[in-house]
C-alpha cells in the first residue's frame, strides 16, 4: 500500500553541521510532496512543498528534491542552527487532495 | 489572517467517558482534516470533510468517533466512550483547495488538543 518511510531519529548534530533527512515513498500515481515541521510546543508548520517531479522546495536554507526515480524527497540543510531543533515530517498528498500520508517524524537536535 | 483554531488545549478524562473537541478552520478554507497523532508517531488522517461533506473517513474507527461540520465551517470531533488508546494529540487543519481540484493542497495546522484518557 501507499506509504511514507523517514529515517529514525533522533538525529544528533553540532551547529553549523550538514543535515540530510531521507524520506521515501511508496504511491501509486504522482502525489504532491511536503516537510513539515513541528518545534517544541508547537503545531505543524508547513516547510517546503513540491508537486512534481524533479521540482526542488526550499525554505529557511532548507532544499528538497522530488525524485520519481528513487521514490525520495531528501530533506538536507547546509548549516543548521540550534534553532532548527524540531521533529522533521515527511507527507504525500496524493492528486486531488484525496488522500494524505505522514512518515512517522524524525526528531533533530542540534548542539551548540 | 488567523490561524486554525482549537479547544480546548489539553484534556484529561477517564476511560469510557466521552469528550469532544472543535475546531474552526482558516476562514475560506473548505477542506478540514482531523488527524490523531500518538507519541512518537506521524499524524494519521482520520477524517476529511469537503464544505459539510465526507469526503473520507476510512480510518476514523466509527464505534467510537464521530465527527461533523454541520454548516461547513467549524467542526467537532467526538470520542464515546474513550478507551486508552485514543490518549494522543487530535489535530485540525484546513486547506484553501477544494478536494478534487488541481494543486498542491497544502494544509494548514491548528495547535492541537492534547487528549489524556486514564
Known amino acids: 500500500g501507499d506509504s511514507v518511510t523517514q529515517m529514525e531519529g533522533p538525529v544528533t548534530l553540532s551547529e553549523e553541521a550538514f543535515l540530510t533527512i531521507n524520506c521515501t515513498y511508496t504511491?501509486?500515481?504522482?502525489?504532491?510532496l511536503f516537510w513539515y515541521v513541528q518545534y517544541p510546543g508547537e503545531g505543524l508548520q508547513l516547510l517546503l512543498k513540491a508537486t512534481k517531479a524533479d521540482d526542488k522546495g526550499s525554505n529557511k536554507g532548507f532544499e528538497a528534491t522530488y525524485r520519481k526515480e528513487t521514490t525520495s524527497f531528501h530533506l538536507e540543510k547546509g548549516s543548521v542552527q540550534v534553532s532548527d531543533s524540531a521533529v522533521y515530517f515527511c507527507a504525500l498528498i496524493f492528486t486531488g487532495g484525496f488522500k494524505t500520508i505522514f512518515g512517522a517524524g524524525t526528531r533533530l537536535f542540534v548542539k551548540a | 489572517e488567523a490561524g486554525v483554531a482549537q479547544s480546548p488545549r489539553y484534556k484529561i478524562i477517564e476511560k469510557r467517558q466521552s469528550v469532544a473537541f472543535w475546531c474552526n478552520p482558516i476562514s475560506g478554507h473548505a477542506t478540514l482534516y482531523w488527524y490523531q497523532q500518538i507519541l512518537g508517531q506521524g499524524p494519521k488522517l482520520l477524517i476529511q470533510f469537503q464544505n459539510n461533506g465526507v469526503v473520507d473517513d476510512s480510518q476514523l474507527p466509527k464505534d467510537r468517533f464521530s465527527a461533523e461540520r454541520l454548516k461547513g465551517v467549524d467542526s467537532t470531533l467526538k470520542i464515546q466512550p474513550a478507551k486508552l488508546e485514543d490518549s494522543a494529540v487530535y489535530l485540525c487543519?484546513?486547506?484553501?483547495?477544494?478536494?478534487?481540484?488541481?494543486?498542491?493542497?497544502?494544509?494548514?495546522f491548528g495547535p492541537g488538543t492534547r487528549l489524556t484518557v486514564l
Open positions: 487543519a484546513s486547506s484553501p483547495r477544494d478536494t478534487g481540484t488541481s494543486g498542491s493542497h497544502e494544509q494548514f
Open positions: 504511491a501509486t500515481g504522482y502525489p504532491s
